[in-house]
């Protein structure tokens, strides 16, 4: 039988997406869970200017954290990171505001470092709509060139809170893989957060990677949820669409205050005008089992228990992750 902190502590484990309260406690929690590389991506609804703060924030963070963490951008930096035995930081943003109207800006973050573009956050931008937009009236001229920009580039796109609608138009027309970076099935659970089925099968048709959310209100136990629920809605993604695309993505918003303002924020448009959800003031668990970083070998221990394969694990893990962001990184022709 496999050793499960065995397999844990050779396995590259890569995290789709995180928005926690950046600082050492979070960096060293990523070392004690044994995470290879992070997507840390806070950016919301921030402009131009905020989106270079981000990236200033973030070269203090890795000067002054150096022996815990390490920039990223290629794959290769990935496997060094593993070999330091530091986590790799990719940066990326849940919107493209950063960018305003400016096209040029696409290539001026990728050269600063930003790996993973998601197109839209929650309501309409210059390229296209969120999942809460009123009307949903898909990929927008603009947008195209966007999203023609990032692939010329080498920046992952990202789909997970954009409208159905949206993402159908930007896996069609997207040259390169993209990534559904931390979403759960509607088939599971009938809620607009969650995405169908279609639209897991259309990524994955086109060599991308459906990350596995732990948030709970997607879910189908909610606040009851623990990490076998967690591994439910991870299992019927692969009975779908293959163990190939699919990998973890756990949304941990860790230390960051319930209610607060960080997140009161990020729940309303824009940042400043209507309450979209109330997932920034109501109660919201992890999953039992897996609710800090500290017990993500407990998430492959339980994969295991499934009688799931050493390579299964494996590539769920970050195999998966490391394949498409290697392919969507190669600036496209």
Known sequence: MTDAKQLHDRAIVFDGLQTSQWGRPIFEEMRAGGITAVNVSTVLWENFREGIDYVSQWKHFLRDNSDLIRPVRTVADIHAAKAENKTGIILGWQNTSPLEDKLDYVEIFKDLGVGIMQMTYNTQNYSGAGYLEENDSGLTGFGKEVLSEMNRVGVLCDLSHVGDKTSADIIEYSKSPV??????????????????????????????????????????????????????????????????????????????????????????DKGTARTLTEFGSVKINKPQGIQRMTEMPNLTARMLARGWSEERVLKLLGKNWLRVLDAAWQPAA
Do not use: Q
Not at 219 to 238: C, H, K, P
Not at 248 to 253: A, E, L
């Open 179 to 268: 990534c559904i970076s931390h979403i759960l099935p509607r088939a599971l659970k009938d809620v607009k957060r969650n995405k169908p089925d279609e639209l897991f099968t259309a990524c994955a048709s086109k060599g991308g990677i459906i990350g596995i959310s732990l948030f709970a209100p997607g879910l189908a136990d909610g606040n009851d949820a623990t990490v076998e629920s967690y591994l439910d809605a991870m299992s019927y993604v692969i009975d779908l669409v293959g163990e190939d695309h699919v990998g973890i993505g756990t949304d941990f918003s860790l230390d960051r205050p319930r209610p607060g303002p960080w997140l009161l924020w990020a729940n309303k």
